[in-house]
């Protein structure tokens, strides 16, 4: 005899596995989606070309003065920011000649003081001697040697203030010598190369680091000739692909540089990219869309629709209430439409645009923007059985 808990042990077993069974014969839920159909529409149409990444920046930061290097604050790969410090060199020498020159300007303020005072005095001379030649309490030629001695002394005051602004001018250049012993960074990048060492001698011009801009980066691609009317409208769209970096960016900030290719007929054509997140590196290869001022029908699905795998772009779209998985081959965009190429899809087809990314092949699917079923009078939907009988039926 089974006692009870066995027994209610074998029904919640029974029970779950009947539900288990249940099911796996329903299948999985559906999802709730949203659709937009493929599109057959007329675009303008590019041309793929080749090219890579350059730096928008790159320099070989020198030093502008003699001396040993005390300080590199920087290695390979380091990120740094503009006017951020990169080396110092030992600059005791001048430090002690800024020293020796502020005192010589102190010494050239007080000759200037001394000769003010000279003038004033040689002033009231002339005044004095002037109401005494009136009264003829003085001679002419006291009078005219008190008025050369009034030029002579405004003559040292004019020496004394050159003399001043030679040594502020010689200070200001001490003080210049000594900024340019602090190395800094001439704009924001990374450092790629380390050119010098702790303790080495550094001349005039020598470099210390290479530094490559990295928040922006130039697409560099060769386009035919016979594609040029395609970019010649200031709002040209090209599209750049860079496999590295697994992104696909779209830009009007396009030049074209007048310096053709005699023998393949190509123009070099620069595409500024922005690189904020610093995910692309100068060198890199590039694939780029440009415009071929043709007009062409061409496939487009929405961008929504477009899901990004390791082994590729996909789409899901509707076969027959459930979800399939297409191949796509991405070209180039259109507004918020790519054009695109697949062995499956076909114009008309619904795509999932919205919860594509959680539905799985084979998954039922339920359009979020399908009408209601119809409610019959007790509130329910109504079945083909309750529906109205013909006569005779």
Do not use: C
């Not at 999985?28 to 493929?38: E, S």
């Not at 929405?302 to 990004?308: E, N, Q, T």
């Amino acid at each position: 005899m089974i006692n009870a808990p066995r027994a209610r042990f074998i029904m919640v077993a029974a029970l779950l596995a009947s539900v288990a069974a249940l099911a796996v014969a329903q299948g999985p839920p559906p999802a709730r989606v949203r659709f937009d159909p493929v599109r057959m529409e007329t675009v303008d149409l590019v041309r793929e070309v080749t090219g890579q990444l350059r730096a928008v920046k790159r320099a070989e930061v020198a030093s502008q003065e003699l001396g040993l290097v005390i300080e590199i604050t920087v290695e390979e790969g380091d990120t740094v920011d503009e006017h951020e410090i990169i080396a110092r060199l030992d600059d005791s020498v001048l430090r002690r000649e800024l020293a020796r020159l502020e005192a010589q300007l102190h010494v050239a303020m007080a000759v200037i003081e001394q000769r003010d005072a000279q003038l004033e005095r040689r002033g009231r001379d002339v005044r004095r001697l002037e109401r005494l030649r009136t009264s003829g309490g003085a001679t002419e030629n006291e009078y005219d040697d008190a008025v050369t001695a009034q030029i002579e002394a405004r003559a040292l005051v004019s020496a004394a203030k050159a003399e001043l602004d030679a040594a502020e001018a010689e200070l200001a250049r001490v003080r210049m010598r000594l900024e340019h012993m602090t190395i800094r960074a001439p704009f924001a990048g990374e450092v790629v190369d380390k050119l010098t060492e702790l303790g080495e001698w550094l001349g005039e011009g020598e470099p210390i680091v290479e530094l490559v801009a990295i928040d922006r980066v130039d697409a560099w691609i060769d386009v035919p000739e016979k594609f040029m009317p395609g970019l010649a409208s200031a709002e040209s769209l090209v599209t750049i692909e860079v496999p590295g970096a697994r992104k696909t960016i779209d830009s009007t900030d396009v030049t074209v540089i007048a310096d053709t290719d005699p023998l393949a007929r190509t123009f070099p054509i620069r595409v500024r990219l922005d690189n904020t997140d610093r995910t692309l590196r100068p060198g890199m290869s590039v694939s780029g869309k440009v415009p071929t001022g043709d007009r062409g029908d061409t496939m487009t699905v929405s961008k929504d629709a477009v899901l990004r795998t390791d082994a590729g772009s996909i789409v899901y779209f509707d076969a027959g209430g459930a979800a399939a998985p297409a191949p796509i081959d991405v070209q180039y965009a259109v507004g918020e439409r790519f054009v695109v190429r697949s062995p499956r899809l076909q114009p008309g087809m619904r795509t999932i645009v919205v919860g594509n990314e959680r539905v799985f092949p084979g998954q039922p699917l339920i359009d979020m923007d399908a009408p209601p079923p119809a409610v019959g009078e007790r509130g329910t939907p109504q079945s083909d059985t309750d529906a109205p009988q013909a006569p005779g039926a």
